[in-house]
């Protein structure tokens, strides 16, 4: 593990990051504007559009490939993306030359998960009709990762759009009333989620519908037929005991394949922290979305 990596454990523990998180689920910050047009580097194209009226971006660097990331970025479904996203978007349209979207999704508790299901269907609609030469790639975070997994499904069971390309996801939220019975072990060594908290908030996103909706908690879903799945979580976190069985259940499923990576000591949504173990991760990820890792 890194010295960052560890420093980041050491102060998420010290200034008690679960407590933090948990008053910003209950009073969550609007109007942050870590992704308006001009918070990007100028290393890139911005392009701002606005559907059912929530504003999204779309950037390129300067010769770009056909390959295009839909990122949806985490939060609890609550909280407004911070500049990491952005920093990240920026990484993979420069570094890499694809073209990344980031939607603003709408947020509970003011949004349910069909108002951002109803909207994510529609974002991705545009996109393809915007780009029709692109690939697509899903990538989401935390519940991000979540959702990302639950469009999937919806996306192949209305079967009048193409699916993704492939998919990654880091910190999969998969249970919204995170039931297993092994995160009370791995509250333990989890200095980031608060479990309560968390379980609030997905109750209100939940909205009308019921908590093993595969809307909300895509763990419950049909996993038939979504391609292939890149999965992330640390060792250390409340998330990893869904992520593990998932990928017990992986053999059985027809047309996915589920690629399951843990990653040893490492904290919740660490590709939140710059470090050497976040470039790897995001490298593994271009990687398979190009397959040019060997193993994929």
């Known amino acids: 593990m890194s010295l960052k990596t560890e420093m980041a454990r050491f102060t998420a523990g010290l200034k008690k990051a679960d407590k933090k998180m948990a008053l910003e689920l209950e009073q969550p910050p609007r109007g942050t504007g870590a992704l308006t047009q001009e918070q990007f580097t100028k290393k890139v194209r ?5 559907i059912d009226g929530f504003p999204g971006v779309t950037i390129n660097g300067s010769y770009s490939k056909t390959a295009h990331i839909l990122m949806l970025p985490g939060g609890a479904y609550t909280l407004e993306p911070s500049e990491r996203y952005r920093e990240m978007a920026e990484y993979f349209a ?53 959702l990302a997994l639950s469009l999937l499904q919806e996306l192949r069971d209305m079967g009048n759009l193409p699916m993704p390309v ?6 999969p939220w998969l249970d919204i009333a995170l039931n297993n019975p092994k995160i ?12 309560e908290a968390l379980k609030e908030a997905g109750a209100r996103y939940c909205g009308p519908l019921e908590p093993d909706h595969p ?12 391609g292939q799945i890149l999965i992330f979580s640390g060792t250390d976190e409340i998330l990893t005991p869904d992520c593990e069985l998932l990928a017990e259940k ?22 939140l922290i710059p470090s050497k ?15 040019e890792a060997l193993g994929f």
């Open 46 to 50: 911005v392009k701002t559009w606005n």
């Open 94 to 146: 420069v570094e890499e030359q694809v073209k990344v979207t980031i939607p603003s999704c709408p947020l509970a508790p003011e949004y349910t998960a069909l108002d951002v299901h109803r909207y994510l269907v529609r974002v991705y609609s545009w996109l393809l009709a915007e780009y029709p030469e692109d690939e697509f790639f899903l990538f989401g975070d935390f519940s991000g990762g979540g």
């Open 215 to 226: 809307f909300v908690s895509p763990l419950y879903g049909n996993w038939d037929q979504l």
């Open 166 to 171: 492939r998919t990654a996801v880091v910190s």
């Open 277 to 291: 173990e976040t470039d790897a991760t995001l490298e593994l990820i271009f990687a398979f979305f190009l397959e």
């Open 184 to 195: 009370k072990i791995m509250k333990k060594t989890d200095p980031i989620l608060p479990v």
């Open 250 to 271: 992986a053999g059985k499923f027809k047309g996915t394949k589920i690629i399951y990576k843990k990653g040893a000591k490492m904290l919740h949504n660490w590709i």
